[in-house]
T-cell receptor, first 115, second 110 residues
């Protein structure tokens, strides 16, 4: 089956620890994205990548880092510098490039709780 | 940057009734996409509108793009409990990014 996987579904960490969230896709999509969603809120873009070995900051990149060493993988690290890391994190991908349709396909998400 | 605003933020609907949610922008949009997120789930793409005045239907859902391409609407007919969730509009921003609205949270009263 083609799709996007995120792991783990739930993640608990102590304050001050870095944590890396996994995102893998087998849709052969060029573009990948990370969003943060707080309870009852919309989606805010953290980082995005349009091609391997390249990524750009989104609207709320502070306290986060990413890498894009492989087309199918786009891991997100939540660092200790992120002041309010507890949230629902969603990874998405799209065909990207110059394709007319930019519909995004989302993974199931990871709920991160930091105490 | 480009922003899209959605109203209402919450919509309580009696089962069987119709309702409409709106997405507005102060700037001309190149396209508009709609997503649905069920409670506890992830957003799922519903549809994309590109042309001025475009109207598309999916069963009980009717999507419309305004003539000036600055607003869009989603109308649901005969609401069912399966319609519960949050509906987001989104529009293409610079590069391959999407700008999402804040969403309309729909609750259905049986």
């Amino acid at each position: 089956d083609g799709g996007i996987t995120q792991s783990p579904k739930y993640l608990f960490r102590k304050e001050g620890q870095n944590v890396t969230l996994s995102c893998e896709q087998n849709l052969n999509h060029d573009a990948m994205y990370w969003y943060r969603q707080d309870p009852g809120q919309g989606l805010r873009l953290i980082y995005y990548s349009q091609i391997v070995n390249d990524f750009q900051k989104g609207d709320i990149a502070e306290g986060y880092s990413v890498s894009r060493e492989k087309k199918e993988s786009f891991p997100l690290t939540v660092t200790s510098a992120q002041k309010n890391p507890t949230a629902f994190y969603l990874c998405a991908s799209s065909i990207g490039g110059s394709h007319h349709s930019y519909e995004q396909y989302f993974g199931p998400g990871t709920r991160l709780t930091v105490t | 940057g480009q922003q899209v605003m959605q109203i209402p933020q919450y919509q309580h609907v009696q089962e069987g009734e119709d309702f409409t949610t709106y997405c507005n922008s102060s700037t001309t949009l190149s396209n508009i996409q709609w997503y649905k997120q069920r409670p506890g789930g992830h957003p799922v793409f519903l549809i994309q509108l590109v042309k001025s005045g475009e109207v598309k239907k999916q069963k009980r859902l009717t999507f419309q793009f305004g003539e000036a391409k600055k607003n869009s609407s989603l109308h649901i007919t005969a609401t069912q409990t399966t319609d519960v969730g949050t509906y987001f509009c989104a529009s293409k921003a610079a590069g391959n990014k999407l700008t999402f609205g804040g969403g309309t949270r729909v609750l259905v009263k049986p």
